[in-house]
Every structure is written in C-alpha cells, then in structure tokens.
C-alpha cells in the first residue's frame, strides 16, 4: 500500500471514530510515519482530504454492494447485504459509518465534503429504491420512500448500538426493514 493510500485509510478510520473534526494532518501523519508536510503535500487542505476520503467510501461501498438490478440476486438477500454492510462497520470494527459521522456534522463542514458526504446518501437511496422496485407492487414513490426510510434506520441502528455499546441494537432496530 502507497503511502497515499495509508494517508486515506487512516483519515477514514479516524472520521469513522471521532467525527471531521477529531483528528489532525500531524495524528494522520504520526499513524503513517510520514511528516505533516507530506500529508499537506497530497492534499491541501483537510477538505480536500475529506472529499477524497468521502468519494472512495462511497465507491469502496456500493462496490461491495454489488449491481441491485441483477437478476442472480434476489432482492431480499441486497437488502440483508446492505444492512450487513453496515452491521460489520458497527459490530465488527467498532465504527461508524463515514457518510453517517460527517451527515452529523454537515453544518460544519467545507463544501466538498458536505456534497460527497450527499452523494453517499443519494446514491445509497438510488440503490436501495432499485431493489425495493423489485421487491414490491409500490412504484418508484414508494420504493424511494422505502429507501428513505432503510437508510434512515441503519444510520440510526448504528449510533443506537455504539451509545449503547450493544451490537445486538443495531439488528433489533434494523429487524423492520430486513423483514419488509
């Protein structure tokens, strides 16, 4: 992995830990063992950072999704992937989701982070409401209201079960959706 790619993943894991605003280009580049200036090198700003940070999650993310118009999976098994994804994130490495950290700080953040951090969340809702157009009789209207309302209640099933330090919230919040 290139030192680029350490700079990336480790601002990721830090947003997914403590929010936009809870690390700093010298923790980023004490936990790469590089120096600030090389952080700074790559990118210019902490919003050029997060912007880069927020595009790859997005893309690492509905990569592993996979296509919800596929014929070869059925739309129930998407939807307990989708809610897998993001109970992994939660149970598995005690973090959440990156889109999710920075939706809660979007006053506050720099523009192009702010959009990236909306491109997650549309596109999450296009997926979704993809797979729910396969599933039901409800139209595009109410597949989207239904993807509204899937990420809505992951999002919420994640910080539900870090306050609480209880995995097993996430799933009893998300049982709704993974049974609809």
């Not at 280009?25 to 063992?33: K, W, Y």
């Not at 927020?54 to 893309?59: K, M």
């Not at 809610?83 to 979007?106: F, H, N, P, T, V």
């Not at 993807?147 to 910080?159: D, F, L, P, S, W």
């Amino acid at each position: 992995m290139s030192k680029l790619e350490e700079i990336i993943e480790t601002a990721e894991s830090m947003i997914r830990e403590r929010g936009y605003n809870g690390f700093s280009f010298r923790e980023i580049a004490d936990a790469v063992g590089v120096k600030s200036a090389s952080v700074h090198y790559h990118f210019p700003t902490k919003g050029d950072l997060g912007a880069v940070v927020a595009r790859a999650y997005t893309e690492k993310f509905l990569l592993a999704l996979g296509d919800p118009e596929a014929v070869t999976h059925a739309p129930k098994k998407l939807i307990e992937r989708y809610i897998e994804a993001c109970r992994y994130a939660i149970a598995k490495q005690d973090k959440m989701c990156l889109c999710g950290m920075l939706g809660a700080e979007i006053a506050a953040l720099p523009d192009d982070v702010a959009r990236e951090t909306r491109i997650f969340f549309e596109k999450n809702i296009e997926w979704l409401a993809k797979v729910y157009m396969r599933m039901t009789n409800v139209g595009a209207a109410g597949a989207q209201r239904r993807a509204y309302g899937a990420v809505a209640t992951v999002e919420g099933a994640m910080i539900l079960a870090r306050t609480l330090k209880d995995p097993d919230a996430f799933d009893k919040a998300v049982k709704q959706i993974a049974t609809s």
